[in-house]
């Protein structure tokens, strides 16, 4: 009989990824509601050690795999692993994050076991009378929010945004079993060959792990127009977002996108400049800890949800806006 919350974490070089951290404390609201347990699935070399982390962060167990194979994530050894695991024991519910890694092995899962898969999805529930998993996922380019039900097969199982779940608190007093399941590998089950591994360094961060972001609108008038925001988010040490207008105009490149079909972000300051608040942006930010609006028409839906509000032109308002910030900083550093 299928039971329990399984939950993939990710990691890339030996390090957690954020989002299965994010996956385990909705997991754990989830579990809770059902009266069952959150398993993380750990896979990769020498990661047990991060065991004690993932307990501490809602996951009552803690199923490892280990092997110089899985040092490097490929479809097939990962597949392997995670089939196994599900195989053997039965999960009602299994969660991936909707990234690179998760969007390449849980289809491939879902196809595997025959059963259903809900991608994307941007919240989870459970209902009432059925105990079902509600997954809820953007259709119709956000312009529709669907709620999808996999009755008839299990395990239920999602790919999840990251940034969308709120990661538990660590509680460190919290305690949990470790199982290492052994699995054999062989030259068969690594379908590619590694020649090399190439790493990027970017200057900018992803926006999902911004504290502060100035987001910029159909109403900057042109790419020209995301001038003075960088100027502003380079004084806050901040980084630069859009709405979906902006990037399907070409103005700035998708993964700055933030909204239903773009990236869902919780940062602690949220400028939305130029930006009218059309329901699917608001769907990607409205959890921000203090939103700053900044537009020239009085009636845009963004003032609605903005904690402050600024109404004029953008290209005076920013301007000044980085100017007192950077005297206001001058001032400090001189103090100090």
């Given at each position: 009989?299928?039971?329990?919350?399984y939950?993939?974490?990710?990691q890339?070089?030996?390090?957690?990824?954020?989002?299965?951290?994010?996956?385990?404390?909705k997991?754990?609201?989830?579990a809770d509601?059902?009266?069952?347990?959150?398993?993380?699935?750990?896979?990769?070399?020498?990661?047990?050690?991060?065991?004690?982390?993932?307990?501490?962060?809602?996951a009552d167990?803690?199923?490892?795999?280990e092997?110089?194979m899985?040092?490097?994530?490929?479809?097939e050894?990962?597949a392997?692993?995670?089939f196994?695991?599900?195989?053997?024991?039965e999960?009602?519910?299994?969660?991936?994050?909707a990234?690179?890694?998760?969007r390449?092995?849980?289809?491939?899962?879902?196809?595997?076991?025959?059963?259903?898969l809900?991608a994307?999805?941007?919240?989870l529930?459970?209902?009432?009378?059925?105990?079902?998993?509600?997954?809820?996922r953007?259709?119709?380019g956000?312009?529709?929010?669907?709620?999808?039900?996999?009755?008839?097969?299990r395990?239920?199982?999602a790919?999840v945004?990251?940034?969308?779940?709120?990661?538990?608190d660590?509680?460190?007093?919290?305690?949990?079993?470790v199982?290492?399941?052994?699995?054999e590998?062989?030259?068969?089950?690594?379908?590619v060959?590694?020649?090399?591994?190439?790493?990027?360094?970017?200057?900018k961060?992803?926006?999902?792990?911004?504290?502060?972001?100035?987001?910029g609108?159909?109403?900057?008038?042109?790419?020209?127009?995301?001038?003075?925001?960088?100027?502003?988010?380079?004084?806050?040490?901040?980084?630069?977002?859009?709405?979906?207008?902006a990037v399907?105009?070409?103005?700035?490149?998708?993964?700055?996108?933030v909204?239903?079909?773009g990236?869902?972000v919780?940062?602690?300051?949220?400028?939305?400049?130029?930006?009218?608040?059309?329901i699917?942006?608001?769907?990607?930010?409205?959890?921000s800890?203090?939103?700053?609006?900044?537009n020239?028409?009085?009636?845009?839906?963004?003032?609605?949800?903005?904690?402050?509000?600024?109404?004029?032109?953008?290209?005076?308002?920013?301007?000044k806006?980085?100017?007192?910030?950077k005297?206001?900083?001058?001032?400090?550093?001189?103090?100090?």
């Amino acid at each position: 009989m299928s039971k329990d919350i399984y939950v993939f974490i990710e990691q890339r070089d030996n390090k957690l990824e954020k989002v299965g951290i994010e996956l385990l404390g909705k997991a754990r609201e989830l579990a809770d509601r059902l009266n069952e347990q959150v398993v993380a699935m750990l896979i990769g070399e020498n990661v047990k050690g991060h065991s004690d982390l993932l307990i501490h962060h809602g996951a009552d167990k803690v199923i490892v795999i280990e092997d110089p194979m899985l040092k490097e994530y490929v479809t097939e050894p990962y597949a392997k692993s995670v089939f196994h695991i599900i195989k053997k024991y039965e999960p009602e519910i299994v969660l991936f994050g909707a990234s690179s890694i998760g969007r390449d092995l849980a289809p491939r899962m879902a196809a595997r076991i025959h059963t259903g898969l809900t991608a994307d999805c941007t919240k989870l529930d459970i209902e009432d009378e059925s105990n079902l998993l509600l997954m809820t996922r953007p259709a119709f380019g956000g312009n529709l929010m669907a709620t999808i039900v996999c009755e008839n097969f299990r395990p239920q199982m999602a790919t999840v945004r990251p940034g969308v779940m709120q990661a538990m608190d660590s509680d460190a007093s919290r305690t949990g079993e470790v199982i290492e399941e052994k699995l054999e590998f062989t030259a068969e089950d690594m379908n590619v060959k590694i020649v090399d591994v190439l790493k990027h360094e970017s200057k900018k961060k992803d926006i999902t792990e911004a504290n502060i972001l100035v987001s910029g609108g159909r109403g900057l008038g042109g790419p020209e127009g995301f001038k003075p925001l960088e100027e502003l988010a380079e004084v806050l040490e901040a980084e630069v977002s859009s709405s979906r207008a902006a990037v399907d105009s070409g103005w700035i490149t998708k993964d700055r996108q933030v909204g239903q079909t773009g990236k869902t972000v919780r940062p602690e300051l949220y400028f939305a400049i130029g930006i009218s608040g059309a329901i699917q942006h608001l769907a990607g930010m409205e959890e921000s800890d203090l939103i700053i609006a900044i537009n020239k028409d009085t009636d845009a839906p963004m003032f609605e949800v903005a904690d402050l509000g600024v109404v004029g032109n953008l290209n005076a308002v920013v301007p000044k806006l980085t100017e007192l910030i950077k005297k206001e900083k001058a001032l400090k550093a001189e103090i100090s």
